[in-house]
């Protein structure tokens, strides 16, 4: 998948997330890799052993590389590594990251089961071949993620299946999985099953949350789900929702990259606005800017968002994408009128956020083609030549 220059594959996407999650804790060992199984994405979170009895450094340093190249598979890494969780289809990370944090730091061990007969059927056999095999074998509860035959249903998306387990042989649709309290319709909005989420929501309350506190027009948002996002608005839900993190919806499909669902927020009038903030002052701009997704930035910026706005510790957008790197993004709203010498609410320039990482790369950006003032003070009448910034300003 090509996200363009400065953009990532799919997965360096995902560890830039993850990094940020734990305060690059696990920099380096945690990979997220995809795989198809039944022609379905499967997700991998695995921790590349730091034991050195278990992995040689080289071997560690070569599958570093292949991750990067996008060369490296599930079958080549798994032998030399701890699966800290699966899942069929891509999890939000703020769903997963405290399970992942878990199992890295207690050696816990998260997969699917991926070869029972039944989860198989419901989640890709049409009707007549599940009723078969529930007439063979005994109903398992869960599997060890505690994914019921319903959630693998929810995910694979045939109505009659889903109906045939809830109406015929009575499964719950109240059952909360083991990752982060899921139940089959939260499965189901993710994924994008209109029917199913109907079928659903008859027999459940609109406001059902995870243990994140997600709503269903949070996955809705996650999946660029516009059509469910319409259905679960018309049911009244609360589009205001936070989660755990003080996130909404808005914020949600800023984050991901999800255009259609936030033209959707904005053109339906329903109290949604391009500048809504979440509970720390964060406006959608702020999160596509910090993602590095050019494509999402321009687009909120076309839709009115303030490039000017700022977070509660003072930061607008230009300086969140200084401090990550995004070149593009940062060149972006210079060209949007923004002064290279623009400060934050504690005096600091742009450029103090690369010297302090000695992002050398975003340093010569800012002095050579924005013209940036490395005399400029950053507070306290400390100058960027003469603080703790000067060693990456040496090799200018």
Same mark, same amino acid.
């Given at each position: 998948?090509?996200?363009?220059?400065?953009?990532?594959? &799919?997965?360096?996407?995902?560890?830039?997330?993850?990094?940020?999650?734990?305060?690059?804790?696990?920099?380096?060992?945690?990979?997220?890799?995809?795989?198809?199984?039944?022609?379905?994405?499967?997700?991998?979170?695995?921790?590349?052993?730091?034991?050195?009895?278990?992995?040689?450094?080289?071997?560690?340093?070569?599958?570093?590389?292949?991750?990067?190249?996008?060369?490296?598979?599930?079958?080549?890494?798994?032998d030399?590594?701890?699966?800290?969780?699966?899942?069929?289809?891509?999890?939000?990370?703020?769903?997963?990251?405290?399970?992942?944090?878990? @199992?890295?730091?207690?050696?816990e061990?998260f997969?699917?089961?991926?070869?029972?007969?039944?989860?198989?059927?419901?989640?890709?056999?049409?009707?007549?071949?599940?009723?078969?095999?529930? &007439?063979?074998k005994?109903? &398992?509860?869960?599997?060890?993620?505690?994914?019921?035959?319903?959630?693998?249903?929810?995910?694979? *998306?045939?109505?009659?299946?889903?109906?045939?387990?809830?109406?015929?042989?009575?499964?719950s649709?109240?059952?909360k999985?083991?990752?982060?309290?899921?139940?089959?319709?939260?499965?189901?909005?993710?994924? *994008?099953h209109?029917?199913?989420?109907?079928?659903?929501?008859?027999?459940?309350?609109?406001?059902?949350?995870?243990?994140?506190?997600?709503t269903?027009l949070?996955?809705? @948002?996650?999946?660029?789900?516009? &059509?469910?996002?319409?259905?679960?608005?018309?049911?009244?839900?609360?589009?205001?929702?936070?989660? @755990?993190?003080?996130?909404?919806?808005?914020?949600?499909?800023?984050?991901?990259?999800?255009?259609?669902?936030?033209?959707?927020?904005?053109?339906?009038?329903?109290?949604?606005?391009?500048?809504?903030?979440?509970?720390e002052?964060?406006?959608?701009?702020?999160?596509?800017?910090?993602? *590095?997704?050019?494509?999402?930035?321009?687009?909120?910026?076309?839709?009115?968002?303030?490039?000017?706005?700022?977070?509660?510790?003072?930061?607008?957008?230009i300086?969140?994408?200084t401090?990550?790197?995004h070149?593009?993004?940062?060149?972006?709203?210079?060209?949007k *009128?923004i002064?290279?010498?623009?400060?934050?609410?504690?005096?600091?320039?742009l450029?103090?956020?690369?010297?302090?990482?000695?992002?050398?790369?975003m340093?010569?950006?800012?002095?050579?083609?924005?013209?940036?003032?490395?005399?400029?003070?950053?507070?306290?009448?400390?100058?960027?030549?003469?603080?703790?910034?000067?060693?990456?300003?040496?090799?200018?």
């Amino acid at each position: 998948m090509n996200f363009g220059v400065h953009f990532m594959r &799919e997965e360096e996407l995902l560890k830039d997330e993850i990094d940020g999650f734990f305060d690059k804790e696990i920099f380096n060992y945690l990979f997220p890799i995809k795989e198809k199984r039944e022609g379905k994405s499967v997700y991998h979170y695995v921790l590349v052993s730091s034991d050195k009895e278990k992995v040689d450094p080289d071997k560690r340093k070569m599958i570093q590389e292949q991750f990067k190249a996008g060369s490296i598979s599930f079958e080549e890494i798994k032998d030399y590594s701890q699966i800290l969780y699966s899942g069929w289809g891509r999890d939000p990370l703020e769903s997963i990251s405290d399970k992942i944090r878990r @199992a890295f730091m207690s050696g816990e061990n998260f997969k699917l089961t991926f070869d029972n007969d039944l989860y198989n059927a419901a989640r890709n056999c049409g009707l007549e071949e599940v009723k078969k095999l529930f &007439e063979k074998k005994e109903v &398992e509860e869960a599997d060890e993620n505690g994914w019921t035959c319903l959630h693998h249903a929810a995910y694979g *998306g045939n109505p009659e299946v889903v109906g045939y387990l809830v109406n015929d042989l009575h499964f719950s649709f109240n059952v909360k999985d083991k990752i982060c309290g899921r139940r089959p319709v939260h499965i189901a909005v993710r994924e *994008g099953h209109t029917d199913i989420v109907k079928f659903f929501l008859c027999r459940e309350k609109i406001d059902v949350v995870d243990e994140n506190n997600w709503t269903l027009l949070h996955y809705a @948002a996650y999946g660029n789900h516009s &059509e469910i996002a319409q259905f679960l608005i018309d049911a009244k839900i609360n589009v205001h929702e936070r989660d @755990a993190s003080g996130m909404e919806p808005i914020h949600v499909a800023a984050k991901n990259g999800c255009e259609d669902v936030i033209k959707f927020f904005l053109d339906k009038n329903i109290g949604i606005g391009i500048d809504d903030v979440d509970s720390e002052g964060r406006t959608p701009l702020h999160y596509a800017a910090r993602k *590095g997704d050019l494509e999402m930035v321009k687009f909120l910026v076309n839709k009115g968002a303030s490039i000017y706005a700022k977070r509660k510790d003072g930061k607008e957008p230009i300086h969140v994408a200084t401090e990550m790197g995004h070149i593009n993004v940062v060149e972006f709203f210079l060209g949007k *009128g923004i002064s290279i010498d623009d400060v934050d609410s504690e005096g600091r320039t742009l450029l103090y956020y690369p010297t302090r990482k000695g992002d050398l790369e975003m340093v010569k950006f800012l002095v050579n083609k924005g013209g940036a003032n490395i005399y400029a003070k950053i507070g306290d009448d400390v100058k960027f030549i003469h603080g703790p910034c000067r060693r990456t300003l040496q090799h200018l």
